[in-house]
């Protein structure tokens, strides 16, 4: 059964940078999309960034264009969001999620994924 772990979450302050990882067990990622979801409480869970499972496609919430990356490393089974130039209204819990994949698919839509994470608590704060 596949296991994603995420860490890398934390308190940092606005303008500040955090790299979360969704480290993986029981199965390689090379053959799965990976999906960065987020929810903070009271609001409903939302898609943050994608990537498809060989790396070449990405997509991103308008919210955090130009501020987030992602990344992965097939080889550490490890994908990685770097976020950079945090704001306050970025706290939340982070989660990653993946699903078996093929031909580059990818998705912002949470119901698309079956395997989850536990989260991480980001929180923007001076």
């Known amino acids: 059964q596949l296991q994603l772990v995420e860490s890398g979450g934390g308190l940092v302050q606005p303008g500040g940078s955090l790299r979360l990882s969704c480290a993986a067990s029981g199965y390689t990622l090379d053959y799965y999309a990976i999906g960065w979801f987020r929810q903070a409480p009271g609001m409903e869970r939302e898609g943050v960034a994608c990537i498809s499972e060989s790396g070449g496609m990405t997509d991103f919430a308008d919210s955090v264009k130009g501020r987030f990356t992602i990344s992965r490393d097939n080889a550490r089974n490890t994908v990685y969001l770097q976020m950079n130039n945090l704001k306050r209204e970025d706290t939340a819990v982070y989660y990653c999620?993946?699903?078996?994949?093929?031909?580059?698919?990818?998705?912002?839509?949470?119901?698309?994924?079956?395997?989850w994470g536990q989260g991480t608590q980001v929180t923007v704060s001076s």
């Open positions: 999620a993946a699903e078996p994949a093929h031909d580059n698919w990818h998705s912002l839509r949470d119901f698309e994924y079956d395997s």
